[in-house]
């Protein structure tokens, strides 16, 4: 088996993946195992209680379709948008060196536009919270 992960490892076709295919049997069988043996040696004491639906302890009053304030969306869509823009300097950190110049400046220009765009949605108000 360690000879056949070896010579696997050399190879640029098929065999190269042979490392990754048993990590992904060894993750789904343990997933597998896991949810059999849980299902088995778990309590399955059924009550009333158990049965009924959760809720948290609020009465529950009115419709559940009332307006919602647009900021919380706003808010939530703009940090992932940020956050998503600050993940994209991690492949950089990694091979600066090897980008060189070139490397850098790209980096800046993506740095410019993020900060336009953080300046832009500054102006417009967007992460002001007075209604």
């Known amino acids: 088996?360690?000879?056949?992960?070896?010579?696997?490892?050399?190879?640029?076709g098929a065999g190269s993946y042979l490392p990754v295919v048993i990590q992904i049997i060894f993750a789904v069988g343990l997933v597998a195992f896991l949810m059999v043996v849980t299902h088995m040696?778990?309590?399955k004491?059924?009550?009333?209680?158990?049965?009924q639906n959760f809720s948290s302890g609020i009465e529950?009053?009115?419709?559940?379709?009332?307006?919602?304030?647009?900021?919380?969306?706003?808010?939530a869509i703009l940090f992932v948008l940020f956050d998503v823009e600050v993940i994209f300097f991690y492949p950089y950190a990694v091979n600066f060196k090897m980008l060189g110049w070139n490397g850098f400046w790209a980096v800046m220009l993506f740095?410019?536009?993020?900060?336009?765009?953080?300046?832009y949605i500054i102006k417009k108000g967007a992460l002001k919270w007075e209604d």
Do not use: E, W
């Open 1 to 12: 088996m360690f000879q056949l992960l070896q010579s696997g490892l050399n190879g640029t």
């Open 41 to 43: 040696l778990g309590p």
């Open 45 to 51: 004491r059924k009550t009333t209680d158990k049965l």
């Open 60 to 75: 529950s009053h009115g419709d559940a379709r009332h307006p919602m304030a647009i900021k919380y969306f706003l808010t």
């Open 111 to 119: 740095v410019a536009f993020f900060l336009c765009g953080f300046i």
